[in-house]
C-alpha cells in the first residue's frame, strides 16, 4: 500500500488555457520536474509519488480514535474489511506549498455542548437504496454530557455496518454544521444554515442488503440504536483506487481496471473560493482530466484545525472550522460528478518554518 519507489509519467493540463503539460516524478531520489505553470506558481504535478495509501496509513496508526479526521474526509471504517474511502479521495500525502491563501469565514455561533445521559433521539437515512460505490450517510440527533464534540474522549458515535457476508465494519460518525455560499463581488461568502447534527457516512463496496447500528458513548454512559438495514444495488462504479496486485510499479481500480491519473495540483482558490473550484474542475473535466490534488493544511479556506483568531473563535486546536468542512464536502462532491479523483495534502513544512516566506512555526 506504499507507492515509494514507483515511477510515473502524468499528463497535466493548464487549467486557464487546457494547454497539456507533462511532468515526470520519481521519488527514488526525490527528484520533482514540473514545466507547467499557473498563475506563477509552480505545480506539482508529480505528488501521487512517494505517498501512502490509507490502507497503510491505518494499519499503522495505533489509536484508531485520533483518526476521526481522516474518517470524515475517507468515511474509512476502523474494523473488519479492507479501507473502504469515500470515491473521491484515494490517497493522502505530504504537500510542498508556495503561497498562502486566506479566506474569512463566518463565526461559529452554535452550541457544541450537551447534558444528560447519553441518548440517540433520531436518525436519518438518505436512501433506501445506494448504488455500490455510493454514498450511505445518516443524520443523527443526540445527546450526551460533553463540551468537545471534536474530541472521542469526550463523545463518539459510531456505525457499525455488517455486509451481506456477515463481516462488520465500524465508522465513527462527525459534528455536522450546514453552510450555504453565496458571492459579494468576486468573493465568496458563507453563511449558516442551521442545521446541526451528527452524521456518519459509509460506502458500500458489494452489492446486498447491509445491516446497521449506531452507538454513542459519552465516557459515562452508552446508548445503542435500533438495527436498521439499507441495500446496495450493483453499479458500473470501477471501485476505489489502490496500488495494482500484480505489479506495485501501477494504480488499479477495485474491478482490475487500470487507473492512470491525469491532472495537477489545484491545492487553493482564489477570493472566489468554492466558486472558483466549479471553474477548476470543469476545464479539468473538458480536458479529460481524471485526478487532482488540494491542500487541506493551515493556510487556505480548507483548513480544519486551524489557528483561533480570537476569544470568540469557535475554532482552534482540537476544534474544527465547520464552515471549512462544508467547503471540502462540496468541492470533493462537485469533484466527484466529473469523475475527477482527488487527493489530499493534510500537512506542510511550512509548519516547521521561522522565518519568511510563510513562517507559521510560532502559530
Not at 497535466?12 to 497539456?20: D, H, I, N, V
Not at 470568540?312 to 462537485?334: H, T
Not at 509548519?351 to 516566506?357: G, V, Y
Request: with cysteine.
Amino acid at each position: 500500500d506504499d507507492l515509494t519507489g514507483c515511477d510515473f509519467d502524468l499528463q497535466a493540463f493548464e487549467l486557464g488555457t487546457g494547454t497539456r503539460a507533462a511532468a515526470k516524478s520519481n521519488p527514488r531520489d526525490g527528484e520533482q520536474e514540473a514545466d507547467s505553470h499557473r498563475r506563477g506558481r509552480m505545480c506539482h504535478h508529480g505528488a501521487v509519488s512517494g505517498a501512502s495509501g490509507l490502507p497503510h496509513a491505518l494499519r499503522a496508526d495505533k489509536n484508531l480514535r485520533r483518526l476521526r479526521l481522516r474518517h470524515w474526509l475517507a468515511g474509512y471504517p476502523t474494523s473488519g474489511l479492507g479501507a473502504r474511502p469515500r470515491v473521491a479521495a484515494f490517497l493522502l500525502a505530504l504537500g510542498l506549498p508556495f503561497m498562502v491563501f486566506s479566506a474569512g469565514c463566518a463565526d461559529q455561533d452554535v452550541s457544541m455542548t450537551s447534558h444528560g445521559p447519553a441518548k440517540l433521539i433520531a436518525v436519518h437515512p438518505n436512501a433506501e437504496t445506494v448504488p455500490t460505490y455510493g454514498k450511505f450517510e445518516l443524520s443523527v440527533n443526540l445527546q450526551g454530557e460533553f463540551t468537545n464534540p471534536f474530541d472521542p474522549e469526550d463523545v463518539s458515535l459510531d456505525g457499525h455496518f455488517i455486509t451481506p457476508e456477515g463481516k462488520e465494519q465500524i465508522v465513527p460518525g462527525f459534528f455536522y454544521w450546514g453552510w450555504e455560499r453565496t458571492k459579494v463581488g468576486a468573493a465568496e461568502k458563507v453563511t449558516p444554515t442551521g442545521e446541526v447534527c451528527w452524521r456518519v457516512r459509509y460506502c458500500p463496496a458489494v452489492e446486498g442488503e447491509h445491516r446497521y447500528y449506531l452507538t454513542v458513548n459519552d465516557g459515562k454512559t452508552e446508548a445503542r440504536s435500533a438495527e436498521s438495514t439499507f441495500r446496495a444495488t450493483k453499479s458500473q462504479h470501477p471501485g476505489l483506487v489502490r496500488v495494482a496486485k500484480d505489479n506495485p510499479l501501477y494504480l488499479e481500480c477495485d474491478s482490475g481496471a487500470p487507473y492512470y491519473a491525469i491532472g495537477e495540483n489545484v491545492c487553493w482558490p482564489g477570493g472566489g473560493g468554492t466558486f472558483d473550484y466549479d471553474n477548476y474542475w470543469k476545464k479539468l473535466a473538458d480536458n479529460g482530466a481524471n485526478y487532482a490534488r488540494i491542500w487541506v493544511g493551515p493556510f487556505d479556506c480548507f483548513s480544519l484545525e486551524r489557528i483561533k483568531r480570537d476569544d470568540g473563535d469557535r475554532a482552534g486546536l482540537g476544534r474544527y472550522d465547520l464552515a471549512n468542512s462544508w467547503r471540502l464536502d462540496y468541492v470533493l462532491d462537485e469533484a466527484e460528478k466529473l469523475g475527477i479523483r482527488v487527493m489530499f495534502c493534510i500537512d506542510s513544512f511550512n509548519s516547521l518554518r521561522i522565518k519568511d516566506p510563510y513562517p507559521a512555526w510560532q502559530n
